[in-house]
């Protein structure tokens, strides 16, 4: 780095003096300091930009540590609850006398005439459902006790804004309303 001293800082005032000028001077001053200036800024705004990447960089590389880490967990998971529902249908075949081919099919019972797939049935199904019916909402909103709505400050009347003015002012402070 260039090493300015105090006297060098003199030196180079008074060759500027002589070289420029008194009228001269204070007009290169000015340029020189806004262009320093404005080089500063440059130079921070170079620095926070290299910063702010490298953030960026960093918060990338965690989510996908991340996402990985919540793949691999999520595959344990499934591969925990595939292991345990076998066990489980194994059980129930064992318990209830029948082999796991029997266990889709069913028969009835001679003596009720009942049918006793209930029994043969699996005791855990991983399936997911995939159509899930849209509830509506009128009959959620509705199911909705009124005590919890007013606890809650949710809307039960729809009312203008002029209207729910009026209705927490007092009625001293109200404007009369006066026509012709």
Do not use: C
Request: no cysteine; glycine share 8%; hydrophobic share 40%.
């Amino acid at each position: 780095m260039i090493d300015l001293g105090l006297s060098k800082l003199m030196l180079i005032g008074v060759v500027a003096l002589v070289v420029i000028g008194p009228e001269r001077l204070p007009k290169v001053a000015r340029t020189a300091g806004a262009l320093f200036g404005r080089a500063q800024r440059y130079i921070n705004d170079v620095k926070a930009e290299v910063s702010r990447e490298m953030e960026l960089d960093e918060l990338r590389n965690m989510r996908t540590q991340f996402e990985d880490a919540a793949r691999s967990a999520q595959n344990t998971v499934q591969k925990q609850l595939h292991e345990q529902e076998a066990s489980l249908n194994d059980a129930w075949a064992s318990a209830t006398g029948t082999s796991t081919g029997e266990i889709a099919g069913g028969g009835t019972d001679a003596a009720t005439g009942y049918s006793d797939s209930y029994l043969a049935e699996p005791v855990v199904t991983s399936g997911i459902r995939t159509s899930t019916k849209r509830r509506n909402w009128r009959v959620r909103r509705a199911a909705t006790p009124m005590w919890f709505k007013q606890a809650s400050t949710t809307r039960t009347r729809v009312q203008s804004g002029a209207a729910r003015v009026a209705r927490h002012t007092p009625a001293k402070l109200r404007r009369p309303v006066k026509f012709f």
